[in-house]
């Protein structure tokens, strides 16, 4: 099981997760390029090359295919895998994410332009409160931990990833992607429900499910609703052991 975190995120996140899951699977948390405690990164971003690190880590484990769970940035990046080397996924939990993150109007347009300038202008520290606000409108603790956290982020890695992810488009390619596949929507979440719902009827393999009273953040804000429709998931697979060596 391969966990893979969203934009200025890191491993930590998914602690509950590695929790519930590691009784029963062998659970690896990654840290993408320029997150948590791996190297900053080198060169064009783009997320095939946050695909080839998650390929590089399957191959340093000696592992043939893998559950890919991936929530925001990390499931467009689980996403890209399966259309990499869909010979390695053995299926995906897609979790607040999207197959195509490029503006599609102009609402989007404005929030994308926002989220730049307040990063340039301002720095992480601003965004990373205003974001929080909508993260864990609930939860004053989470929004301190997320903000304290978010902030040590180096603006210009979470730049050039954001404008990566504001790049990247494979709806047109989902039919391609014949993995047992889990879409998971937040019911708060950013992302509007029926293009959650579109993007699992465009995928061969896809169920879909909607977590109630859930924001972005779903794993940490919801993590026993979220690891129960995990677990239930991958119980209905045929395979409960996709760790071979090479």
């Excluded at 109007?105 to 202008?121: E, F, G, N, P, S």
Aim: charged share 15%; hydrophobic share 50%; with cysteine.
């Amino acid at each position: 099981m391969l966990l893979v975190h969203g934009l200025g995120s890191c491993s930590d996140d998914w602690r509950a997760q590695i929790t519930a899951l590691a009784p029963s699977h062998t659970v690896l948390a990654v840290d993408l390029a320029g997150h948590g405690l791996s190297d900053k990164l080198n060169g064009q971003v783009d997320l095939t090359v946050f695909a080839r690190q998650l390929l590089a880590v399957l191959n340093a484990e000696n592992i043939d295919r893998a559950h890919i769970v991936g929530l925001s940035l990390g499931g467009a990046v689980a996403l890209q895998l399966a259309l990499d080397a869909p010979q390695r996924v053995a299926s995906l939990v897609i979790a607040n994410s999207r197959a195509n993150f490029r503006p599609q109007d102009l609402r989007d347009q404005l929030q994308a332009w926002q989220r730049l300038w307040l990063i340039k202008l301002f720095g992480l520290g601003l965004l990373s409160r205003l974001i929080a606000r909508r993260l864990f409108p609930h939860s004053a603790a989470l929004r301190q931990h997320f903000v304290q956290r978010n902030r040590q982020n180096d603006k210009n890695v979470y730049l050039a990833t954001l404008k990566a992810l504001l790049r990247w488009n494979i709806h047109h390619r989902l039919g391609d992607i014949h993995c047992p596949t889990l879409i998971l929507a937040a019911e708060h979440d950013y992302y509007p429900l029926p293009a959650s719902r579109a993007m699992a009827t465009a995928l061969p393999q896809a169920q879909f499910a909607v977590i109630d009273n859930a924001h972005h953040a779903v794993s940490i804000e919801r993590p026993q609703a979220f690891n129960r429709y995990l677990l239930d998931f991958l119980q209905t697979l045929p395979e409960q052991a996709p760790y071979v060596a090479l």
